[in-house]
C-alpha cells in the first residue's frame, strides 16, 4: 500500500521561507516521479513543481519558478520543496503526489497518490 505523507507547513511572514517535505513508501515501481500541487480557497487545484526520481528532470510553474526549488533525497526516499521569498498569493494546502511515470507532468490527473495535505499561509 503506496503511502505519501507531507509535512513543514506554517504560517510565514511575506518574504519569508519554508521548506516541505514529502515521503512516499509502498510504491510498486522504481520509475516514478513526485509533484507538488496547491489549492487554495475557492480556486482549483494548481501545479507547483515536479522531478523525476531519478533528479535529473525539474519543471515549475510560472509564478514560483526561480523562488521554489524542489529536491529530492533518494537514500530517505524523500522529495523536498524549498520555498523563498513567499507571497501571499502563495497561501494554500500544499499536496504531494505521485505519478507512476518517469517523466514529469503539470496534470494532477495523471499523479496516482496523494498525500493529505498541508497548510502554508503567507500573513503579516
Known amino acids: 500500500q503506496v503511502h505519501v505523507v507531507e509535512s513543514g507547513g506554517g504560517l510565514v511572514q511575506p518574504g519569508g521561507s519554508l521548506r516541505l517535505s514529502c515521503t512516499a513508501s509502498?510504491?510498486?515501481?522504481?520509475?516514478?516521479?513526485m509533484g507538488w500541487f496547491r489549492q487554495a480557497v475557492g480556486k482549483e487545484r494548481q501545479f507547483v513543481a515536479s522531478?523525476?526520481?531519478?533528479?535529473?528532470?525539474?519543471d515549475y510553474e510560472d509564478s514560483v519558478r526561480g523562488r521554489f526549488t524542489i529536491s529530492r533525497d533518494s537514500v530517505e526516499n524523500t522529495v523536498y520543496l524549498q520555498m523563498n521569498d513567499l507571497r501571499p498569493v502563495d497561501t494554500a494546502v500544499y499536496y504531494c503526489?505521485?505519478?507512476?511515470?518517469?517523466?514529469?507532468?503539470?496534470?494532477?490527473?495523471?499523479?496516482?497518490?496523494w498525500g493529505q495535505g498541508t497548510q502554508v499561509t503567507v500573513s503579516s
Open positions: 509502498g510504491l510498486p515501481r522504481d520509475r516514478y516521479t
Open positions: 522531478i523525476r526520481w531519478t533528479g535529473i528532470g525539474t
Open positions: 503526489a505521485v505519478r507512476e511515470s518517469g517523466y514529469e507532468s503539470p496534470f494532477d490527473y495523471q499523479y496516482s497518490y
